[in-house]
């Protein structure tokens, strides 16, 4: 029987915790989900990760497995001659135990993982659950929405083996979706073998580029251009939020890169408390590149008459 490293396999020691383990599984999952790699092993790659995590995330599978000691990957071996009765139901004080009665080390790593083991028959095994990225406007995250997904899944079939499977479903999206949020669809990820439950599939929200708006958690940031005797008198200007234009209110002698707030005009809080974000507009004091001759006599008037010293605080 050859030997599988399932820790090197995810890039971790022996004495990785269960935290370890399903952090470094989530990122060699998505770093080789067929329906995103560009390696050319990824498939394989990915199937590698699935089963050695099926088998390091479970507390009585990853107590066998270390039972097996420590061997080059490939090499030929044997499991320690007590193995199958330390693990046996039958001689185990603990309830469901990992079971290796009438092992066939030819299915030894397989029957690790939930497959079909010839000796004993069919077991259950839980679907597998993946992760997809879902980009999102800012629109879309203001008022929800609902996305159509067109996933191509890896499960196992009933005799153990992965295979890739077609699945469409709609997905909802509440309001108020952040960037790099993580919603949990229960139940839409890889089918359960053999009654055992199915998997959840993890939506990682993104929220697009927006010709207006920056997103910062809740909050949303916005440019706001003022001719400079907007920002020296003050004025009152419509901006446009993602609910629609407001009035803002821009007191006189307002500064270049101050940010005017529009408190609740930002994107929803969903939950307890509810309540939106606030929206700011960053001031930018844009001067015309184009002028009149009586604008010109304006402004060389100002210019005269003007105590004003931009410069003051650096000579």
């Known amino acids: 029987m050859k030997y599988k490293d399932y820790y090197a ?19 060699l999952a998505r770093k ?24 390091l995330k479970d507390p009585q599978k990853r107590a066998a497995y270390d039972q097996l000691g420590t ?17 046996d139901p039958a001689s185990s004080a603990q309830e469901g135990a990992f079971s290796a009665e009438g092992l066939d080390l030819s299915d030894l790593f397989a029957q ?3 497959a079909r083991a010839q000796a004993r028959g069919t077991r259950a095994m839980p679907g597998m659950d993946y992760e997809v990225g879902v980009p999102i406007t800012i629109e879309q995250a203001y008022h929800g929405t609902e996305i159509d997904l067109d996933l191509n899944l890896q499960e196992y079939d009933e005799q153990g083996r992965l295979r890739r499977v077609p ?34 599939l993890y939506l990682n929200i993104s929220l697009l580029p927006h010709r207006i708006f920056r997103a910062n958690g809740h909050d949303l ?17 419509e901006v ?44 930018q004091i844009v001067v015309p590149s184009v002028i009149s001759d009586a604008e010109r006599a304006l402004y060389q008037q100002l210019a005269a008459d003007s105590s004003f010293d931009p410069r003051a605080h650096v000579a």
């Open 221 to 237: 940031y916005m440019d706001l251009p003022l001719a400079p005797w907007e920002a020296v008198l003050g004025t009152s200007v």
């Open 112 to 114: 690790l993982h939930g």
């Open 167 to 200: 699945q469409a479903f709609k997905a909802r999206i509440p309001r108020g979706a952040t960037d790099g949020q993580r919603l949990r669809v229960a139940g839409k990820g890889g089918r359960g073998a053999h009654g055992a439950r199915n998997g959840a």
């Open 9 to 27: 396999a995810l890039g971790l020691e022996r004495g990785a915790s269960d935290a370890d383990i399903k952090r470094a599984y989530r990122r």
């Open 32 to 55: 080789y989900h067929p329906d995103v790699s560009k390696e050319a092993d990824a498939e394989e790659q990915f199937k590698v990760v699935a089963e050695a995590y099926q088998t």
């Open 71 to 87: 061997h080059r990957p490939g090499e030929e071996f044997q499991p320690p001659p007590d193995w199958s009765t330390r693990f």
């Open 240 to 283: 446009s939020t993602p609910g629609g234009p407001v009035r803002l209110r821009v007191p006189p002698a307002t500064r270049a890169g101050q940010q005017l707030r529009l408190p609740g005009r930002g994107l929803p809080r969903p939950g307890t408390g509810g309540g939106s974000g606030d929206l700011y507009g960053i001031v």
